[in-house]
Nanobody, 125 residues
């Protein structure tokens, strides 16, 4: 049983920073491709960032490029999302997702097999 647990969300002021973490458990004999998504009230879930299983391939949504950084520590089965220069429009529930595959690729769509429960990020103006 795969579990993804996000943490690190909270309330921050405009221009502030947060670091989200997503710890994977239950299938750790190999590393998955992972991604971060977010969903604001009344809006559809949107892609934020993705990282391949090796960490060698990374992809960002244009809206966060230059402000957010995705990284991973495979020894800890954890992926991170460092969010800097946060804006009120970044406020949303952030979800991590994982999928296992035979090749090292980045997946910038929502075609992941496993999802976390989400962590709330609120940026005040």
């Amino acid at each position: 049983q795969v579990q993804l647990v996000e943490s690190g969300g909270g309330l921050v002021q405009d221009g502030g920073s947060l670091r989200l973490s997503c710890a994977a458990s239950g299938r750790t004999f190999s590393s998955p491709a992972m991604g971060w998504f977010r969903q604001a009230p009344g809006k559809e879930r949107e892609f934020v960032a993705a990282i391949s299983r090796s960490g060698g391939y990374i992809y960002y949504a244009d809206s966060v490029k230059g402000r957010f950084t995705i990284s991973r520590d495979n020894a800890k089965n954890t992926v991170y999302l460092q969010m800097n220069s946060l804006k009120p429009e970044d406020s949303a529930v952030y979800y991590c997702a994982a999928t296992w595959a035979s090749s090292d690729y980045v997946l910038p769509t929502d075609r992941y097999d496993y999802w976390g429960q989400g962590t709330q990020v609120t940026v005040s103006s």
